[in-house]
């Protein structure tokens, strides 16, 4: 299969969706640019589809999709009931990298859900995305479009590298703005929980539903045999080939432990303005602030496979609070929970 890339731009006219929604209707999958992370989407409500999904991607199927919607009113046809929560939330953070889960409605397949009685919904502010799936005339499930395990797509070029080959199209719409995946926050439990942290914050989502859980799992790795609210948190995640440790501790400490490697193939990813005095070569993957850092993290991790590292140590972002949660969260699974203190 020849894997075609097609720009589009926000000021594109419907002909230019033409090719994408085609396929789509032909329960094909399209790779989707989005402002969170590129998404490999497919007809929500097609088996057909969804599994084509799964397949492209290597993905275990009980990791349910998140399906994209173009406006709120299009969420009456995959949930039971929408509750006055999740409306205040679509009014505070819609269209926008914030993912809703209830109760699914008997349209949605179980195979999209990875067999839960919820559904994830999200209506994305991308305009290529949201015009593509008004086009379609179907919700849309795109999980993001990367390999199962590696670090999700931030450019069209990203899905390329992993997925040429795998599916017939991807709509290159440019940079993605966020850099990491939706926030996503369960409403179909007795209090609110946050299931994974995005550039929606949890003080955010504190000012509008007030008190939140937050899943252990967002920073903790799972407990044998633990059960899961989000079957993603099973599964190794974000990561490239290299090893990635993250080493807690000030830049100084951190250079003299990093220039005790000699190996060649040791890399470090450091903040903005750092590397000084550093004797193995290194990636600057922003500044020590969340929006920074998550809109450049994965691009970072995909690079240091292309420049053949083994290994990297990165620095830790210390501040761990309500707002950082995200770039934590993909760092801590990156590196498989490996912390170094220094
Ligand atoms: P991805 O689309 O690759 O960003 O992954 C979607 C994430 O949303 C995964 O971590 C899933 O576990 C989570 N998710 C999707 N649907 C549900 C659901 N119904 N219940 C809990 N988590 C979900
Ligand atoms: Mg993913």
Not at 234 to 241: I, M, R, T, W
């Amino acid at each position: 299969m020849k894997t075609e890339i097609v720009k589009i731009t926000p000021e594109d006219g419907v002909d230019k969706y033409k090719y994408a929604v085609e396929l789509l209707q032909d329960e094909q999958v399209v790779g989707i640019p989005t402002e969170t992370v590129y998404g490999l989407g497919g007809n929500a409500f097609s088996p057909l589809a969804v599994s084509r999904i799964f397949e492209a991607k290597g993905r275990p199927t009980d990791n349910p999709l998140i399906v994209h919607i173009s406006e709120f009113s299009e969420i009456y046809d995959l949930v039971t009931d929408v509750p006055e929560g999740a409306r205040k939330l679509a009014d505070a953070f819609w269209p926008g990298p914030l993912t809703i889960i209830l109760p699914k409605s008997r349209k949605v397949p179980y195979c999209t859900t990875g067999n839960l009685e919820t559904v994830a919904v999200r209506c994305p502010s991308h305009p290529v995305a949201r015009n593509l799936i008004k086009a379609c005339g179907f919700p849309v499930a795109a999980p993001s479009a990367n390999l199962s395990g590696k670090p999700s797509p931030t450019k069209a070029e990203h899905v390329f590298e992993d997925l040429n080959g795998r599916i017939n199209l991807i709509i290159d719409g440019g940079d993605c703005d966020e850099g990491v995946e939706s926030t996503v926050i369960t409403l179909a439990s007795e209090t609110p929980k946050l299931l994974r942290p995005g550039n929606v914050t949890l003080s955010q989502l504190k000012s509008v539903l007030g008190d939140i859980l937050v899943d252990d799992a967002v920073l903790n790795p799972l407990k044998e045999g633990e059960k899961v609210s989000s079957p993603g948190m099973k599964y190794k995640h974000y990561s490239p080939d290299a090893e990635i440790i993250l080493v807690r501790g000030g830049y100084g400490n951190f250079k003299n432990y990093v220039n005790g490697f000699k190996d060649n193939k040791v890399y470090a990813m450091v903040f903005d303005g750092e590397g000084e005095g550093l004797s193995v070569p290194f990636i600057q993957y922003g500044a020590e602030d969340y929006k920074m850092l998550s809109h450049s993290l994965f691009d970072s991790l995909r690079e240091l496979d292309k420049k053949g590292a083994d290994k990297c140590f990165v620095r830790y972002p210390d501040d761990c609070n309500d707002d950082n949660l995200a770039v934590l969260n993909r760092l801590l699974r990156a590196a498989g929970f490996k912390v170094i203190d220094v």
